[in-house]
């Protein structure tokens, strides 16, 4: 195996390979996702978490094509930013419960979905600096 292609491996048993690693992305956003609607449209959330391995696993993402895992990924993000911009101001408050954990304000649902998604595109990309999470 060339180098080019043993870098898209997961570097052990408990990692992921960057095609798993955006795959989680992609779970992340549709997790997030429900939980921003529903917060926003009926005034709070309480839901469970996931289990990310599982989920991975599940959807076989190191066997997907990079162009749609990308396409994917960015367009559940587009789908999610305007459900944002047109919440109304009040509902940032709306508490939210994800798998039995503290109450948590919609609007820390969202800042760390964005810190979380940030930590893992900073690792994807082999920035220098990777942003810090949780």
């Not at 390979?17 to 926003?40: F, T």
Request: proline residues 6%; contains cysteine.
């Amino acid at each position: 195996m060339d180098a080019a292609r043993a870098c898209l491996r997961p570097k052990g048993p408990e990692s992921w390979s960057p095609k798993e690693e955006l795959g989680h992305l992609i779970d992340s956003a549709a997790n997030n996702h429900m939980r921003i609607v529903r917060a926003g449209l009926d005034g709070s959330f309480e839901g469970p978490g996931y289990a990310q391995g599982e989920w991975v696993k599940a959807h076989d993402y190191q066997d997907a094509a990079w162009e749609f895992l990308v396409t994917l990924w960015q367009g559940y993000n587009e789908l999610i930013a305007g459900v944002v911009h047109r919440l109304p101001r009040d509902r940032f408050s709306a508490p939210c419960r994800i798998g039995g954990g503290e109450l948590l304000g919609l609007d820390f649902v969202i800042e760390d979905y964005i810190k979380h998604m940030q930590h893992h595109l900073d690792h994807l990309l082999g920035r220098a600096t990777v942003t810090p999470y949780p």
